[in-house]
């Protein structure tokens, strides 16, 4: 029988099937909690501060510049700031606070690469995963601009690293922050984690059936 037409076997079937489940139960067992933040100059039809909560890549909450609120994004969510109505008027504080500082920062970093006007955006990815079989936990943070690479904190280290050359300065005023350090960790190990499980608690269902709104 010519290659092409041979039959798939029993065993290749009973394969596949095992290393799909295989893989389903590792999605289930690991768990992430992501926050997107851009802030960005002259770019038409965005706001200047846009920010994007996701658990298990799924978009749980959003606040922008404009309306200067966060919103949730799933039913689950709302019933969460139903039961909690001062969670949501935290995290709304929270963004607030990040609107200004990406602000500012933003300013600094064009004087920074010699820049005055045109389109600018400034780019955080911050957040945790969980391993809810081994309980193990790894927090994450990383700043973009203009769609390079620019900083990234080092957990092990509780330092930043780049292999930017015009970020160096940047690094040094950071690492030399430690009061900013020991937040950054507390948010990583602590903040996060528990908001994490938190969220899992009220959309756990919804996150395994996909049954999103």
Same mark, same amino acid.
């Given at each position: 029988?010519? @290659?092409?037409?041979?039959p798939?076997?029993?065993?290749?079937?009973?394969?596949?099937?095992?290393?799909?489940?295989?893989?389903?139960?590792?999605?289930?067992?690991?768990?992430?909690?992501?926050?997107?933040?851009?802030?960005?100059?002259?770019?038409?039809?965005?706001?200047?501060?846009?920010?994007?909560?996701?658990?298990?890549?799924?978009?749980?909450?959003?606040?922008?510049?404009? !309306?200067?609120?966060?919103?949730?994004?799933?039913?689950?969510?709302?019933? =969460? !700031?139903?039961?909690?109505?001062?969670?949501?008027?935290?995290?709304?504080? =929270?963004?607030?606070?990040?609107?200004?500082?990406? *602000?500012? !920062?933003? @300013?600094?970093?064009?004087?920074?690469?010699?820049?005055?006007?045109?389109?600018?955006t400034?780019?955080?990815?911050?957040?945790?995963?969980?391993?809810?079989?081994?309980?193990?936990?790894?927090?994450?943070?990383?700043?973009?601009?203009?769609?390079e690479?620019? =900083?990234?904190?080092?957990? *092990?280290?509780?330092?930043?690293?780049t292999?930017?050359?015009?970020?160096?300065?940047?690094?040094?005023?950071?690492?030399?922050?430690?009061?900013?350090t020991?937040?950054?960790?507390?948010?990583?190990?602590?903040?996060?984690?528990?908001?994490?499980?938190?969220?899992?608690?009220?959309?756990?269902?919804?996150?395994?059936?996909? @049954?999103?709104?």
């Amino acid at each position: 029988m010519c @290659e092409p037409c041979r039959p798939i076997s029993d065993h290749t079937i009973t394969y596949r099937s095992l290393l799909a489940i295989y893989v389903l139960l590792i999605s289930i067992m690991i768990h992430s909690l992501k926050y997107f933040l851009t802030g960005s100059s002259e770019v038409p039809n965005l706001p200047e501060f846009v920010a994007v909560g996701m658990v298990d890549d799924v978009q749980i909450a959003r606040y922008d510049s404009d !309306t200067q609120k966060a919103e949730p994004t799933q039913a689950w969510m709302i019933k =969460l !700031t139903e039961d909690d109505p001062q969670h949501l008027e935290g995290q709304t504080a =929270l963004a607030l606070d990040q609107q200004q500082w990406f *602000k500012a !920062t933003t @300013e600094n970093l064009k004087q920074l690469f010699n820049q005055s006007g045109g389109v600018h955006t400034f780019q955080l990815m911050v957040g945790c995963e969980w391993d809810e079989e081994t309980d193990e936990l790894n927090g994450f943070g990383q700043f973009g601009y203009d769609g390079e690479d620019f =900083l990234s904190f080092d957990l *092990k280290t509780q330092t930043w690293i780049t292999s930017n050359q015009q970020a160096l300065i940047t690094k040094q005023n950071w690492d030399s922050d430690k009061a900013d350090t020991a937040q950054w960790k507390n948010f990583l190990t602590q903040i996060f984690p528990e908001l994490l499980k938190k969220y899992l608690n009220y959309g756990r269902s919804s996150l395994r059936t996909g @049954e999103f709104i």
